[in-house]
């Protein structure tokens, strides 16, 4: 079944214009047709049978028929990671979404060596997981910030893993509550890094195995034990 995220609002006999690439991939991708059913999310009202009502040119409408799945929460934990490289970046927005993430934090760190990061992209990236995987939300990407100035926003009653290479130190495990998670850059993080924070209460250093993992590694891991432990 074809899992489509639209914007509009979602309610029986509702008719919902598809972009140009939905129409795209639709017709000339999956040879859809006119009277074909896909499915469709909005990340509030839950997912709905539609059928294909026009599809032509680079365009097309979907007449909206039942609901299929309530909307339910989402509880995901939040991911803050030092921006890597494009293709990195990439994947790991990609996995972070099938991992259940609800927000993402793009940050710079001390020993961040990337350049400018295009939201757009990541967020179509994650939308296109989000069909995949099945969720009924789309993931929350946050325009990139540095560290420092993120930790002032951060939710206090959110635990936030940091993610420690060669510390020797307790294994993510089970917490309470919400959970989040920040993954340093390959250069690993810098003194002026642990300085900002080590200020911070709710910060917990974390080991991810014996191991040093390539950034993207370590956040499907961290993701993973997360999940396993059930926090966030
Ligand atoms: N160059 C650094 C390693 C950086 S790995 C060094 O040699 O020490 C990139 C990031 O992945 C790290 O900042 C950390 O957040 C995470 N990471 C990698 N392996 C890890 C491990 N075994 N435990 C915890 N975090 C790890």
Redesign the pocket.
């Known amino acids: 079944m074809i899992r489509l995220y639209v914007r509009s609002t979602l309610a029986s006999g509702a008719l919902i214009e598809a972009s140009e690439g939905q129409a795209h991939y639709l017709g000339g991708v999956m040879r859809r047709s006119v009277g074909d059913i896909v499915h469709l999310f909005n990340g509030a009202d839950g997912e709905w049978t539609c059928r294909i009502a026009t599809l032509a040119r680079g365009k097309g409408v979907f007449a909206v028929e039942a609901l299929v799945r309530p909307q339910a929460e989402e509880p995901g934990p939040w991911l803050a990671f030092a921006v890597l490289k494009r293709d990195t970046t990439d994947l790991l927005v990609q996995k972070a979404t099938e991992l259940g993430v609800a927000v993402l934090l793009p940050v710079f760190t001390e020993r961040t060596n990337a350049g400018r990061l295009s939201l757009n992209r990541l967020q179509a990236i994650a939308t296109e997981a989000a069909e995949q995987c099945e969720r009924l939300t789309v993931p929350e990407i946050r325009p990139v910030r540095q560290l420092n100035d993120i930790l002032p926003d951060w939710p206090s009653s959110r635990a936030l893993h940091v ?4 510390v020797n130190g307790q294994l993510l495990g089970p917490s309470e509550g919400p959970a989040g998670l920040l ?7 810098g003194p002026r890094d642990h300085a900002v924070l080590d200020r911070c209460h709710f910060v917990r250093a ?4 014996p ?5 993207e590694t ?1 956040a499907i891991v961290g993701l993973a034990l997360l999940q396993a432990a059930r926090c966030g």
Do not use: T, Y
Not at 183 to 189: A, N, V, Y
């Open positions: 993610a420690l290479a060669r993954i340093g850059p390959e250069g690993g993080f974390v080991s991810l195995g191991r040093i993992l390539r950034a370590a």
